[in-house]
């Protein structure tokens, strides 16, 4: 059982102290930042070009080449926030859209999910920028972006693994991945793993 205690709010995140016992018994402290989930889009806008966006991002003070995506929402489906960023940040609505996977981009220290989609069928209908959002957005060959971040040009995690997993699957929907809580026995985790995977 974790006890949290909640040190800092944010506009989309905030920050508990956690004390929790691990599998092994031992008791820990741990500070987790807690975040409401996340959606990202490798949106095709051909047979073999994606969707790039360069994103000015204030945390590092640099522009970022990166696939497009967001934060959810309170209560907000995945698909549809997905749906909603891609409009957002690009201007092109998708008529078809299928998630690929789900990722964990920080597990040390946070529980950001974020969920992994294809978008394709894209009509463009207009950027929508929030009043904080730099972003420009351009097309680029699935195989360039993928020299891109083999040159160290596209250093975004969430765009490098999405992007290679598509290069892998072909673009083909796969099974979302779960957790294995700490309660869960690992003889039930190993059933679920290869029952997700069958």
């Not at 741990?30 to 994606?50: L, N, Q």
């Not at 940040?89 to 989609?117: F, R, W």
Request: aromatic fraction near 6%; charge should be negative.
């Amino acid at each position: 059982m974790a006890t949290d205690k909640r040190i800092y709010t944010g506009k989309n995140l905030s920050v508990v102290h956690r004390e929790l016992d691990l599998p092994n018994g031992v008791q820990v402290c741990a500070d987790v930042v807690k975040h409401p989930g996340a959606v990202a889009i490798v949106a095709f806008v051909s047979r073999s070009r994606v969707l790039l966006t360069r994103h000015a991002r204030p945390a590092l003070q640099e522009w970022l080449l990166e696939i497009p995506a967001g934060t959810l929402q309170p209560g907000e489906d995945p698909s549809s926030c997905a749906r909603r960023e891609l409009i957002e940040e690009t201007g092109y609505a998708a008529s078809s859209i299928s998630k690929v996977t789900q990722m964990l981009p920080v597990p040390d220290y946070s529980d950001d999910l974020i969920h992994l989609y294809v978008a394709e069928d894209l009509t463009y209908v207009h950027q929508r920028l929030e009043k904080d959002e730099v972003i420009e957005v351009c097309t680029v060959d699935l195989g360039y972006a993928l020299e891109l971040i083999e040159i160290g040009a596209i250093t975004d995690a969430k765009t490098i693994a999405a992007l290679l997993l598509i290069q892998h699957l072909g673009a083909r929907p796969r099974p979302s991945s779960f957790y294995v809580p700490f309660t869960e026995s690992e003889d039930a985790g190993e059933e679920r793993a290869v029952a997700a995977t069958a």
